[in-house]
């Protein structure tokens, strides 16, 4: 798995030259309301893309236009969020888009209380955010056991103004379907609905790894076609061996270093052997490459989910290395904003191995989260990602705290100086009304 590993990373590094300036990328489309079957412009309505804040209004057609900041790749999915009274995002389902180079997508809306949010496919993306949902429900002294799918299934009914038994209901008629699927992913959500938090981690690894050989295939074409490219338009630029190891040099100089229990060894480097050429153009390349950024994110997202279940079941160890796992295949130049939010992940992971260690471990892991966390805030900047940097900072003053109350002398009196810098400037960004 290593050998795919470095593959890709190595494909993702290689297929923007550094220093490229991007155009600003905006999102435009129009706001719908739908009722009865008819549909109508959502004038006035407030859009902003999670996260990301900078609201937006809807013009009298109910067109909008929103920036996507230069973090955001295009392929790469995106949560929006429609403010407007007695209504909610039918589709794109849950609010996620998936950037196209049209940098194009319609939002229709329907009232909160509709049957819509008792469809099937409304019903999966709730199941689907589960593991998310669950994780959030863990505390510094909570332990295995605690987290509630049930109460998940309340906040979706009472966000919706739909009776809380039939939202139940629904979601317990699709969880029976997904025990007797084939799909390995649908098993792996009933899992998580069962409280089998180990066993939903279990399968949602086992998913990922029926993915790797495409995600491997794919990272192939990409290397073949921007070879071809690079032979055709620039004989003298750099070999792909030499900009490997530039690129895997400057990598290594940006990782945090990670610290837990069990080590993980470092993943090998692996140079693909010389792959057959064929003409190629660069729109054949861009869409492989949005190709590769897709499957890349899917890939993540598993681990991701993987991690998030063991959370969930304070496993936390466990989480650490699914994260770390998720981490071996993204580039931060080509993809930031994934690589950040692994960061997240890892950096609230470690917090909690720490509160949990003795001695030396938990100062280490205490310090290797808050690594992790200001790693996450290079990419998730204030000016582009205001709301997600200030929990990112609250996190990061948690952190600080619990380790500076457990640390005497001048260093603790330092970390307790820095945890109320980090809280002050979470302060300073007012949270935009997201669920």
Known sequence: MRTGTSLIVLVLTLTIPAGFARAENWLQGQVLEQYGGMKRPATGAQIWIVNVGNPYLTQSDGGYRVLVPDAIR??????????????????????????????TSDIVLAPEASPEFLSPAQVDKLLESLPEKLKKQVTPNGKDGEADPVQVVKEYAATHGLPEQEVRAKVEELV???????????QCLAAMYHKHLKQAATCRRQNTISKLDLLKRKS?????????????????????????????????????????DSRRDRPGLFLAGELPTKTADPAQLEEA????????????EDFRLSGHAYYADYEFVQALAAYQEGLRYVSKQEMPTLWATLMIDIGNTQRHIAVRSEE?????????????????????????????????????????????????????????READEAYRKAQSVSPMQTP
């Open 176 to 186: 029976k379907q997904y025990e007797q699927s084939g799909d390995v992913g649908k």
């Open 360 to 416: 030396a471990a938990l100062h280490q892991n205490f310090h290797a989260a808050a690594v992790a966390l200001r790693n996450a805030c290079t990419v998730y900047s204030k000016k582009d990602f205001p709301e997600l940097w200030a929990k990112i900072q609250n996190n990061l003053g948690n952190a600080l705290q619990e380790d500076g109350e457990r640390t005497s002398g001048p260093e603790g009196a330092k970390l307790l």
């Open 220 to 260: 192939q074409e990409v290397e073949t076609l921007s070879r071809s490219l690079q032979k055709s338009d620039a004989p003298r630029e750099p070999s792909v061996a030499g900009r490997f190891l530039a690129a895997i040099r400057g990598q290594a100089e940006s990782q945090p270093v990670l610290w837990t």
């Open 289 to 300: 490459r949005r190709q590769l950024i897709q499957l890349t994110e899917d890939v993540v």
């Open 74 to 103: 295009i392929g790469q999915t995106i949560a929006l969020y429609v403010k407007r009274k007695g209504w909610a995002i039918a589709t794109p389902l849950a609010g996620k888009v998936q950037l196209s180079p049209e940098l």
